[in-house]
Nanobody
Framework: QVQLVESGGGLVQAGGSLRLSCAAS????????MAWFRQAPGKEREFVAA????????YYAASVKGRFTISRDNAENTVNLQMNSLNPEDTAVYYC????????????????WGQGTQVTVSS
């Protein structure tokens, strides 16, 4: 059983930056594909970014590519999401997720989920 705990959310002005972190415990972190998803009020949960177990491959939603960067530290069992040039459309609850499936960014492949951290971008 893997436990995931997100941190780093908050309120930021448009154009600003935030760094989200996700701490994992209870499993073999280095074997999981890790990802970030988000859910805005009244909308479905959507994929944001994913990274393979080694960190060798990363994937991004078109809406965040070039602004967000996902990274991981297998020694520290953490995955991070650096978010730059934030805009109000990025406002959502951001979730960290872990999957045993290699190279996936499909939500149904992710078995473990954190509780989420709120990101609010003001205009």
């Amino acid at each position: 059983q893997v436990q995931l705990v997100e941190s780093g959310g908050g309120l930021v002005q448009a154009g600003g930056s935030l760094r989200l972190s996700c701490a994992a415990s209870g499993g073999t972190f280095s074997t999981y594909t890790m990802a970030w998803f988000r859910q805005a009020p009244g909308k479905e949960r959507e994929f944001v970014a994913a990274i393979t177990w080694s960190g060798g491959s990363t994937y991004y939603a078109a809406s965040v590519k070039g602004r967000f960067t996902i990274s991981r530290d297998n020694a520290e069992n953490t995955v991070n999401l650096q978010m730059n040039s934030l805009n109000p459309e990025d406002t959502a609850v951001y979730y960290c997720a872990a999957s045993n499936v290699y190279r996936t960014y499909v939500a149904r492949d992710f078995r473990y989920w954190g509780q989420g951290t709120q990101v609010t971008v003001s205009s």
